[in-house]
């Protein structure tokens, strides 16, 4: 499976890399771009993400009357890869698992509160699935929500962990359990203030250096108005959420970035007076990495070619995360292997090769495994629903 973009796709792909080219700053955009690492979590940011609003870019794939451009979801696809290629953050949660949501099931009230302010750029969102107990089995959440005693609501008790965004984003949609009873009939997706009295935000920094969250909510109250959609149907919203999103999500830009540095690095460096480019191990990673990150992006293709045809590409998506990721920790080893004893500095250390990225990069794509479901969940995957084994789980 292949496909071009027509001439109105590859005519809108020039126009967004001329506004990226208008609209280049170091305050927006990462010089050294990792897969997760570009998140709205600054003011310049906020202002580029009403930037792209005002172009039309946030809910192209809306239908009209919420305001969305009707447009087929690979020009989503188009812009997350531009704005993921030159390091700028991505309008992913609100515009495609939030929005598209609550365009499906939300109620007037939350229709009218969010898409709009969605689509002009105005607000970020966290997503709270995760739990101590719950991760690759996230049906397994356990912080409670039971009915306020006093009518109108709920009271949230319990602890979310891995919460990327929770310290600066405005809203949090997080599934918790309703019926104790069932275990995936019992989730209910919330909609909530992260500035709410009862709620603590506490830092969790990963190896790549990247802020995530555990956040501890101790009677926290939610009206019935942000609840979404039916109680006890979240998890229903949340599967298909993810695979609504499949066009946003795991963009091969930043690695397709980091192999090009990569190979211009290997191309001028000089080691002992000679080339390195002339030494046959560098050539044949080079080669490697350069066929390697084509079967890649042929793959991203299959997983964007199911999606167009409205088919859930469930074992494309998972082949596709799983090669690119583990391919994202090989082309960091290689290259600290190529770089030698220099390859460890960090960035912004004095005489870092390629700015110490690879350093940094050898830490990040180790998150990359986990983050969105591990490799060991998408092997799964593509075992028993593609190979038909046994379920392992
Ligand atoms: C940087 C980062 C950001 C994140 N951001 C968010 C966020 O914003 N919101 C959110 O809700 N979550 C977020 N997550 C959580 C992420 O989705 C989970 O970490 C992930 O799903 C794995 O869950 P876990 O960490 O509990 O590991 P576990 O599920 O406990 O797994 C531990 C190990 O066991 C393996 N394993 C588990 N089950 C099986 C199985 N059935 N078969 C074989 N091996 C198995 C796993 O592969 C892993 O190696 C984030 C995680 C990271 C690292």
Redesign the pocket.
């Known amino acids: 499976m292949d496909f071009d973009l027509t001439p109105e796709e590859q005519a809108f792909e020039r126009e967004v890399e001329r506004f990226l080219a208008e609209n280049r700053s170091p305050e927006v955009m990462d010089p050294n771009p990792e897969q997760?690492s570009q998140t709205v979590d600054t003011p310049p940011k906020r202002a580029f993400m009403r930037k792209l609003a005002e172009r039309g870019w946030l809910g192209m794939s809306w239908p009209g009357e919420y305001g969305g451009g009707e447009l087929s979801g690979i020009y989503d696809f188009i812009l997350t890869e531009a704005l993921s290629r030159h390091g700028a953050p991505q309008p992913g949660k609100g515009v495609g698992i939030v929005g598209k949501t609550i365009i499906r099931h939300g109620s007037d009230k939350l229709k009218s509160e969010f898409l709009p302010r969605i689509a002009r750029g105005e607000i970020e969102f966290?997503?709270?699935?995760?739990e101590p107990q719950?991760?690759?089995?996230?049906a397994a959440m356990a912080l409670r929500a039971t009915r306020d005693p006093k009518g109108g609501g709920w009271r949230l008790n319990g602890r979310?962990i891995?919460?990327?965004?929770a310290h600066f984003a405005d809203w949090y949609w997080l599934g918790a359990r309703t019926d104790p009873d069932s275990k995936h009939g019992g989730i209910t997706l919330f909609l909530l203030r992260l500035d709410v009295p009862g709620l603590t935000i506490l830092p969790t920094y990963?190896i790549?250096d990247?802020r995530?969250n555990e956040v501890f909510f101790d009677d926290v109250f939610v009206s019935d108005d942000y609840v979404v959609g039916q109680v006890n149907r979240g998890w229903g919203y949340i599967c298909e959420a993810l695979d609504l999103e499949r066009f946003a999500m795991m963009p091969i830009g930043p690695l397709e970035e980091k192999a090009r540095a990569l190979f211009d690095y290997l191309r001028e460096e000089r080691r002992d007076g000679q080339p390195l480019r002339r030494e046959p191990r560098v050539r044949s990673a080079a080669a490697q990495i350069a066929t390697q990150l084509r079967v890649a992006q042929l793959l991203q293709r299959r997983v964007i070619g199911e999606a167009l045809k409205d088919r859930v590409p469930s074992i494309e998506s998972s082949m596709y995360k799983l090669y690119m990721n583990e391919l994202g920790q090989r082309v960091a080893n290689w290259a600290l292997d190529l770089m030698g004893a220099e390859g460890q500095l960090k960035p912004g250390a004095e005489g870092a090769p390629v700015g110490g990225r690879f350093e940094r990069s050898y830490r990040y794509t180790v998150?990359d495994t986990?983050?969105?479901?591990?490799?060991?969940?998408q092997k799964?995957i593509i075992a028993n629903r593609g190979l038909g084994l046994p379920r392992?789980?």
């Open positions: 997760l966290a997503i709270g699935y995760s719950a991760g690759s089995d996230a979310k891995w919460t990327t965004s990963t790549g990247e995530t998150v986990i983050g969105g479901g591990t490799s060991e969940i799964n392992s789980y």
